[in-house]
């Protein structure tokens, strides 16, 4: 294989992994947008919906498609009473306090997870087909092409219904003002618990598509450090913006990996951020803040 096609091979894989983390990031930015609280603990709330769906599908034996039902029940379940029980009574609290709380979630779960299930790396049900297919005479891997597709397709779905809907209406009204949407009869802190909601859904997709592609270990959750440079480099304010940097910096892990070597690829995300930040401090697609004075 030349250089060119070796290349293409490896920038195709990249972009199918960034579409994983595009959809992790689509949830940060829901909780983000919403509450103005990042979640750093969206990692572990990923791993936490992977292995929901390893205890349906493989140790209850139970269909995947029941068992990722049942995950994604679960995993919001876990998000209500996080948002509710633990975050709501902190409103108003400086918002450091907040972010070190969802640091502290995240801790928790990544511990519960080693106490429940063990160390030990987990394979889960063949969901994604193996059969690899080619595209224009490249090889590519048929796990990670149809999570990427999978990844892609529900990012898409969810941006169209937060959009169109009137729950996505809510949400953005909630996003750029919570005292007006509250005077118009919005419940905002509804709006806070359906935002935690949906990324704890698309956590647990993005966890069982990562999961299944590779293995499933508590440090699965580790891949929210590449979801927090996709969701710096595309913007903290913007939906679209993460399915752009979630696809650049997959590509740029595996293109690095693959010129450099891997030794070089875990910080090739923090390079491009830093240099974002140097360059354009509220990212490829975010917009800048104006405040009245």
């Not at 209850?60 to 709501?88: D, F, N, P, Q, T």
């Not at 595996?254 to 923090?270: H, K, M």
Request: glycine share 12%.
């Amino acid at each position: 294989m030349s250089p060119l096609q070796l290349f293409i091979e490896y920038s195709l894989v990249g972009i199918a992994a960034g579409g994983i983390y595009t959809l992790v990031a689509l949830g940060s930015i829901l909780i983000f947008k919403a509450s103005g609280v990042f979640n750093f603990a969206m990692g572990e709330m990923m791993m936490f919906g992977a292995y929901s769906f390893l205890l349906f599908s493989v140790q209850l034996k139970l269909h995947w498609a029941i068992g990722m039902a049942l995950a994604i029940l679960v995993s919001c379940g876990l998000a209500w009473i996080i948002e509710r029980a633990v975050l709501r009574p902190m409103l108003g609290q400086p918002v450091i306090s907040l972010v070190m709380v969802t640091f502290g979630i995240g801790f928790v779960l990544r511990g519960i997870a080693s106490l429940v299930f063990g160390t030990d790396s987990y394979q889960l049900p063949e969901i994604l087909a193996r059969d690899p297919f080619m595209i224009f005479g490249i090889f590519m891997p048929g796990k990670a092409g149809r999570g990427f597709l999978l990844s892609v397709g529900i990012c898409v779905a969810l941006i169209v219904f937060f959009r169109f809907s009137r729950i996505g209406i809510a949400l953005r009204a909630t996003a750029a003002d919570q005292i007006t949407a509250f005077s118009m009869g919005i419940n905002v802190r509804g709006i806070f618990g359906l935002a935690w909601m949906a990324a704890a859904a698309a956590g647990t997709v993005a966890g069982v598509i990562a999961a299944s592609v590779a293995s499933l270990t508590p440090e699965l959750g580790a891949i929210a450090l590449s979801v927090l440079a996709v969701v710096i480099l595309g913007g903290m304010n913007s939906i679209g913006g993460v399915l752009v940097a979630g696809l650049l910096i997959g590509w740029l892990e595996s293109i690095t990996g693959y010129l450099l070597g891997g030794a070089y690829r875990d910080i090739t995300p923090y390079v491009a951020v830093l240099i974002m930040l140097m360059i354009r401090p509220h990212g490829l697609f975010g917009t800048k803040p104006v405040e009245r004075i």
